[in-house]
């Protein structure tokens, strides 16, 4: 197949860019994980871990660090991913899972979105015809979907890193299968998330932008697959845009008077540090201005929509526990602390 | 009523080389449908199922017409990953199972290969008419099929007014608002676009007439 040179990225075949930057990873990486290029999985290193609970995740690629960057200590066993935006197939979970299966049983965390959820499901009904323990828990944080009855429900996006991270953590310290899937639910409820972008994505497929925004105009309430949003703005100042995003988070996820709460501000990839952290600075003003007390945050690019310019916010109302396990210790090429 | 020649295993493979050639034509259209509404990867995802599913069954040798049915089904689920993969691989062991070990099948078996594998789409997507999806090509397509059928019509004629119902259906999913898969994100926005999954469920059933009518 012939390169299109046209497109500025850095490929060789546009079909192998998946595999080929999960070889990467796995070089990087070395003392971490390693890639079944043959299943298309990353799994940690050692894994089975004789006891502990396994957690799987996955979906489709473009949104990395997630979910390969995750993978090590304290937080996933295995992923599996799926082509640019597209689910991966069940053969690769079944395969994630088998893999990691230390006999405690595997958690999968699966994100809200039809190919997602379907693709999981015939997995972990494989799964259970081969003996293997599989709980599954569906994400969907993004309040941006309304009406969910008439839609697929909410799609799950910020709260996927801080469950992963947060049940990881209950994972590495011996927690049972339903304790690990407990605080996996408990993150998902306890979190909210809205998306904005700034200009569209380019699939490295096709080569060309999802959508056209005109320069000034903002989509508010975005996923993280180029999709465009609810609804299109005129582009105010960045106080403005995240008082829209605090509204929409706060207003449904009504944390009680002077809660702790995580925040993280996310860069859908092609929004620099710079003006991450001037978001998260006015995202912090105004949620104490709004009665809750950010303990906890995380800003940085860590769920994308390959290059969008954007950002998300998610707010997690925390308790004792989940505070704890935030802070153990964690070792994955895109999260570390404490290890 | 007109005798007909009967369908079997060669039906089944010229299928699916008909389905891979009319989405490799049609992929861009597909794409471009799925970029206003979706994610832009309903063409590419497609193709390299259908590929897969000729690749799979042109190593197959001497099975029945349903168990090359499910075999692509299972080669689908296997290639395609999003929620097409699922979808049409379920659709398509669903209807492989219906013929069983027989060599060869006739109109009314057809009829009720393609109703199992719609039964398995909506119980599988929970989708119903009206919801924009790949249901509103397929459900009227079988409904006319059956009906066409049962009244004596030669297949390639019943089969010819199937696709015609399927190709109506998927033009009537532009006025509609999304409420299934990831268009339904759009809301509103969702109206004024055709369904890609309606429109290659079009492209599949005209395959198939194809199929039937290369036989005769």
């Known amino acids: ?80 991913p799926g082509e640019v935006f597209t689910s991966p197939v069940p053969d690769q979970m079944l395969a994630a899972t088998r893999a990691v299966d230390g006999g405690a049983g595997v958690v999968h965390i699966v994100k809200n979105y039809t190919g997602d959820v379907l693709n999981f499901k015939m997995a972990a009904e494989e799964a259970a015809d081969a003996g293997i323990k599989v709980e599954a828990v569906v994400i969907d944080d993004d309040v941006a979907v309304q009406d969910s009855l008439y839609t697929a429900g909410r799609r799950g996006v910020g709260a996927t890193v801080l469950a992963e991270k947060i049940a990881g953590a209950a994972a590495e310290r011996g927690d049972g299968l339903a304790q690990v899937t407990g605080f996996v639910k408990r993150v998902n409820e306890r979190s909210r998330s809205f998306g904005v972008a ?11 932008a999802i959508f056209d925004l005109p320069e000034g105009q903002i989509e508010l309430g975005i996923g993280i697959h180029g999709e465009p949003g609810r609804r299109r703005t005129t582009l105010g100042g960045a106080s403005e845009v995240v008082d829209v995003m605090v509204e929409a988070v706060l207003s449904d996820l009504k944390p009680s008077r002077g809660a702790k709460v995580l925040v993280f501000l996310n860069g859908m990839g092609g929004t620099p540090l710079l003006e991450l952290y001037l978001l998260y600075g006015e995202a912090d003003r105004k949620l104490r201005a709004a009665g809750v007390e950010p303990v906890r945050n995380l800003v940085g690019s860590y769920i994308t929509s390959l290059e969008m310019a954007g950002a998300s916010l998610t707010v997690l109302e925390l308790d004792d526990q989940m505070t704890a396990l935030w802070d153990a210790p964690v070792h994955t090429p895109a999260l570390r602390w404490g290890a | 009523m007109i005798t007909e020649h009967a369908l079997d295993a060669a039906t089944i ?25 979706g994610d832009g ?15 799979a069954l042109g190593a197959d040798s001497g099975s029945p017409p349903g168990r090359l049915l499910v075999l692509a089904g299972r080669t689908l689920v296997s290639s395609v990953g999003g929620a097409s993969g699922p979808l049409w691989g379920s659709a398509l062991r669903s209807g492989g199972r219906v013929l069983g070990e027989q060599a060869t099948f006739e109109g009314p078996e057809l009829v009720e290969v393609l109703a199992a594998a719609l039964a398995s789409v909506k119980d599988l997507g929970a989708a119903t008419p009206g919801d924009k999806t790949m249901v509103d090509a397929l459900e ?33 999913t532009i006025p509609m608002q999304a409420r299934k898969g990831r268009a339904s994100y759009l809301g509103e926005r969702s109206i004024g676009h055709q369904d890609p999954g309606a429109t ?12 039937v009518a290369t036989g005769s």
């Open chain 2, 200 to 211: 290659s469920t079009g492209l599949i059933l005209r395959a198939l007439q194809r199929a």
């Open chain 1, 1 to 80: 197949m012939a390169v299109e040179t046209k497109v500025r990225k850095f490929l060789n075949d546009p079909a192998l860019v998946v595999k080929e930057s999960l070889a990467g990873l796995a070089a990087a990486h070395l003392d971490l994980l390693r890639y079944d290029a043959q299943q298309q999985i990353v799994v940690r290193k050692g894994a089975p871990k004789q006891g502990k609970v396994a957690l799987v995740s996955g979906g489709g690629s473009g949104h990395e660090p997630l979910h390969g960057g995750f993978v090590g200590l304290g937080m996933l066993d295995a992923a599996c």
């Open chain 2, 41 to 55: 990867d309903h063409g590419t995802n497609m193709l390299r199922g259908f590929e897969a599913v000729v690749q």
């Open chain 1, 198 to 208: 700034l200009s569209s994505c380019i699939p490295p497929a096709s080569g060309k």
């Open chain 2, 13 to 37: 493979g010229t299928w699916m080389r008909e389905i891979e050639s009319v989405i490799r034509a049609e992929r861009d259209h597909l794409v471009q449908l799925d970029a206003a509404i």
């Open chain 2, 140 to 172: 009227p397509a079988v409904d006319t099929l059956r009906e066409r059928v049962a009244a004596g019509a030669p297949l390639a004629i019943a089969l010819d007014e199937a696709c015609a119902a399927a190709e109506a259906g998927g033009r009537a």
